[in-house]
């Protein structure tokens, strides 16, 4: 089965500085989406970035950006040049492409930016 | 703001009871999907409708149940209420007619069931 684990359940970042949030994830499919969703205390989700796992090629969007490791099952997040705004809870999503329609969370990893 | 619209903000029931819950997806959008977020479970993934079909179904359990109406808005239907069903219910909308699109969330619902 399917399984995303967030190893880090709270984090701290100096505004300006850069973090990375780690995920991995456990599979025996070879098509699939992560995504990673942004929490603020408002509590909306937002998504933040998304990886075709067919892609090699790491995702990007503006500061944020991944670093996929297929072979290890790895899809970190690296924010750079923190903003205070971006103090949330971050959650890792698996969603396997098989026709099974798996869609797997990760627990969160609560992330506060320090002014 | 992400377009989705969801109601109520905030509902209060008793256990055993039956509630109802609204989302009016982003205009165009015809993919409509349901997740729940409680202490105990975390963020689960539940349904997903596409133009009025059920098109994936996580881990949604019996006592729920989902229907999407031909001007494209949601209900989902929770009864036979337990405590443990107090949640943040979320709903979020795509054009993609699968998971893997980009969705837009709602404010959620939040049902506190005593």
């Known amino acids: 089965a399917q399984t995303v684990t967030q190893s880090q359940p709270e984090m701290s970042v100096q505004e300006a500085e850069t973090v990375t949030l780690s995920c991995t994830y456990d599979?025996?499919?070879?098509?699939?989406?992560l995504f990673w969703y942004k929490q603020p205390p408002s509590r909306q989700m937002i998504l933040v970035i998304r990886q075709e796992a067919y892609k090699q090629q790491n995702a990007t969007e503006n500061r944020f950006s991944v670093n996929f490791q297929k072979a290890a099952k790895s899809f970190s997040l690296k924010i750079s040049d923190s903003q205070l705004g971006d103090t949330a809870m971050y959650f890792c999503?698996?969603?396997?492409?098989?026709?099974?329609?798996?869609?797997?969370f990760g627990t969160g990893t609560r992330l506060k930016v320090l002014a | 703001d992400s377009g989705v619209t969801q109601t109520p903000k905030h509902l209060i029931t008793a256990t055993g009871q039956r509630v109802t819950l609204r989302c009016s997806p982003r205009s165009g959008d015809l993919s409509v999907y349901w997740y729940q977020q409680s202490l105990d479970q975390g963020l689960q993934f539940l349904i997903q409708y596409y133009n009025g079909e059920e098109r994936a179904k996580g881990n949604i359990l019996e006592r729920f149940s989902a229907q999407q109406f031909p001007d494209l808005h949601s209900e989902l239907n929770l009864s036979s209420l337990e405590l443990g069903d107090s949640a943040l219910y979320f709903c979020?909308?795509?054009?993609?007619?699968?998971?893997?699109?980009?969705?837009?969330f709602g404010a959620g619902t939040r049902l506190s069931v005593l």
């Open positions: 599979t025996s499919e070879s098509n699939y989406y």
């Open positions: 999503a698996f969603i396997s492409t098989s026709g099974t329609y798996k869609y797997i």
């Open positions: 979020a909308s795509s054009v993609d007619t699968g998971l893997r699109g980009i969705q837009y």
